[in-house]
Nanobody, 124 residues
Framework: QVQLVESGGGSVQAGGSLTLSCTTS????????MGWFRQTPGKQREALAR??????????YYSETMKGRITVSLDNANASLSLQMNNLNPEDTAMYYC???????????????WGQGTQVTVSS
């Protein structure tokens, strides 16, 4: 089992920045990737960024959703994942989730482990 706990969400004005963190515990060595997703009410959870672990050796990938405004980083020493978000706008208001999986982190279906989420609210 792997436990994921997000932090760093909050309220920010448009144009501002936030950095989300995801701390891990448990059998983290069993996963092949970690990633960030977000979800707004009534919409499907969408992938934002992911990091390959093990064979991928830290390679990062970004979806088009927030590409150019976010940076995902993996701290191997502390087994934590972060997501730096810049130039936020009200459309970025959502619950943000950390995820880990034994195979792939590019889509929400079938993800092995989820955090509880952290709310990000961007005001205009």
């Amino acid at each position: 089992q792997v436990q994921l706990v997000e932090s760093g969400g909050g309220s920010v004005q448009a144009g501002g920045s936030l950095t989300l963190s995801c701390t891990t515990s448990g059998a983290i060595r069993s996963v092949n990737c970690m990633g960030w997703f977000r979800q707004t009410p009534g919409k499907q959870r969408e992938a934002l960024a992911r990091v390959s672990i093990g064979v991928g050796n830290g390679r990062t990938y970004y979806s088009e959703t927030m590409k150019g405004r976010i940076t995902v980083s993996l701290d191997n020493a502390n087994a934590s994942l972060s997501l730096q978000m810049n130039n936020l706008n009200p459309e970025d208001t959502a619950m943000y989730y950390c995820a880990a999986d034994r195979l792939r982190c590019d889509r929400p279906d079938g993800i092995d482990y989820w955090g509880q989420g952290t709310q990000v609210t961007v005001s205009s």
